[in-house]
């Protein structure tokens, strides 16, 4: 089992039109990159699967659990755009209040604290106030946030912004090393961030999926005279352009 919307309609403002219409979506294994141009619904579809908004109509499961228990919430962890600081807090008292809001005790979000920041790459950094980490690993102590409470759903908005080169390789790193045991829904704008790890790429366009499916078959797509290293970016182009019939061969 794993998250499913099914039939669901949400927007924002009563006259204006639903950002998502009778959505249905079901999250493969592994990790999973979302595509689309800005106002694509992304980051609605993301809410949803966060439980952060709950949609007018249709449901969201996740393993069977309705999205508004607290069973789901455990299960499923947001990681949003901006990953605010606290300027009393040091990365690992940051991932330990999230354990403890998650629903952990006291004392196993501190003891598990640590590990999480472990499998992030950030123990040196463990007794660093938050305020003073760059921006890259602000936003892995939010991965670590999602992995102290043991969730099994990773749901990350725009991860990457504003990382160098580096910073994202790192990143696309760890979330690799989670997928055996934690599936990823990772929204981006940015076509570079679909590494050759990515299991699936699903495609929105207009509240929309207009493509979903194994990254080989997403970057079949892509015209036979795209330049080296451009693949990903000639595929999405195509997709959105209503593009080619995808080839498979060689």
Not at 139 to 150: I, M, N, P, S
Not at 160 to 171: I, L, N
């Amino acid at each position: 089992m794993t998250l499913e919307l099914v039939s669901c309609t949400h927007g924002y403002g009563r006259r204006r039109p639903p950002v998502l219409k009778d959505f249905s979506y079901r999250l493969p294994d592994g990790l999973t990159v979302l595509l689309g141009p800005n106002g694509a619904g992304k980051s609605t579809l993301l809410k949803l699967a966060a439980s952060v908004t709950r949609p007018r109509r249709g449901t969201v499961t996740f393993d069977g659990l309705d999205a508004g228990s607290t069973q789901y919430r455990q299960a499923v962890a947001w990681m949003p755009q901006n990953i605010i600081p606290m300027r009393s807090l040091t990365a690992r008292e940051y991932v330990a209040y999230v354990g403890w809001l998650k629903g952990m005790n006291r004392r196993d979000a501190w003891e598990q604290a640590p590990q999480a920041l472990a499998r992030v790459e950030l123990s040196s950094q463990a007794d660093t106030k938050t305020n003073r980490l760059s921006g890259g690993q602000l936003r892995r102590v939010g991965v670590a946030c999602a992995l102290v409470h043991g969730a099994r759903l990773l749901l990350l908005d725009e991860p990457t912004a504003g990382m160098d080169p580096r910073q994202r390789r790192v990143f696309r790193d760890i979330l690799t090393e989670l997928t055996p045991t934690v599936r990823v829904l990772m929204s981006t704008h940015d076509v570079a961030d679909l590494a050759e790890e990515a299991d699936q790429v699903t495609v929105l366009y207009d509240g929309r999926i207009v493509h979903t499916g194994e990254t080989r078959a997403f970057l079949a797509h892509a015209p036979r005279d795209a330049a080296p290293g451009r693949a990903a970016e000639a595929a999405y182009t195509a997709i959105l352009e209503g593009g080619l019939v995808p080839r498979l061969d060689g």
